[in-house]
């Protein structure tokens, strides 16, 4: 093994090795530019220098290494994931995708592909500090704009002043963008969730990242004393919110694909001994068709006002998000596939759940994600766990994929 190689073992200590830059001593926590993540950028910074990459760091705190392509005016490929972390995090939620991407250009040893390619850590993707995911990604498409920027944390800090605190210019955030010579953005992520294990499948090959509604809802009913009030005479908000919560987990249960979640209920005024009058919930629905997923709110919305109609209440409704699925590149997906199948695995074609930032990405660039197998799905928790022969194959898929792409004139044609 030449000394630059990077193995799967290796590449586990170093995301070990990483999650101990943290904001809090007890566990891994590191939001938008905090401190730690300047040591997490000098670690990387010098991975990615002995391998030959020039390494800078953006406007938005991403960390860009750049590893040159033959010729020298090459397009480029984007590897990478994000850097930032929720509280008590595990060790490899987007980390583990900048440091396969090291990997991956260590497996190169030296060689030049017909495209440059470009690791990037981003910065913020996670949405703790700010209450806004995706701050690192969107600057690479434009979108970091002042709304963004002026929005403030829990101290009152706004974006543009962490960016200056970190030593970095605002006013070089254009900077950040995309080149217009880039051909695709490629990420490795932890699955997040339990499919790829069930399916006994060690990686799996992103078609489309879900469409997201949040809603919040109120039924209002009447409050009164638990024990003067009969039953037929009553109008209990608790009552009717339970009926809908099991209207949601009905449908969902009955529609393949679809995940949907009653994460919050508040109950007023929340006492043993009185009739709710009023009930607070959040709804949360998913699905990789955004037909099916509105679909799913309108049949949600119209049962909760027939609920409140029977039992004499009013429920008002008002939507906080309504975020469109992302298809990811077809062409990749099935060149992924078909790395993953010379890496010795059979492909699991699969939806996320959850937000990336490949999603953001794919506003401009083709785009795709890779799945690593996550050990009793456990993630955003320190129990958070990859098997080290999963990361041998993301390796050694991540290898046949780049190969592929260089000698794909589909591929190379397209900037
Ligand atoms: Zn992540």
Known sequence: MSPRLVGAEQVIARCQQLARFSEDSAGTRRTFLSPPMREVHREITAWLQALGATVRIDAAGNLRGYYAGKPSAAPRLLIGSHLDTVPNAGAYDGVLGVVIAVALLAALDGEKLPFAIEVVGFSEEEGVRFGEPFIGSRALVGRLDDGLLNRQDANGIPVRQAIKDFGLAPKEIPEARLETNTLAYLEFHIEQGPVLEAAARPLGAVEAIAGQSRLKLTFLGRSNHAGTTPMHLRHDAVAAAAEWI????????????????????EAKPGATNVIAGEVLLTLDVRHSSDKVRVRAVDDLIRKSEE????????????????????????FLVSQIEEAIRQAGCEPHRMVSGAGHDAMILA?????????????????????ESVAVEDVEKAIECGVHLLHHLASSPEFLKRT
Not at 315 to 320: F, K, P
Not at 363 to 383: K, V, Y
């Open 246 to 265: 099991s209207a949601v987990e009905h449908l969902a249960q009955n529609v393949p694909g679809l995940v949907a979640t009653v994460g919050k209920v």
């Open 307 to 330: 609920i409140a109609d029977r039992r004499g209440l009013k429920v008002h409704q008002g939507v906080m998000l309504d975020q469109a699925a992302v298809a990811m590149d077809p």
């Open 363 to 383: 506003e401009q660039i083709p785009a795709a994600m890779i799945f690593l197998r996550t050990p009793g799905g456990i993630s955003h928790d320190p129990a």
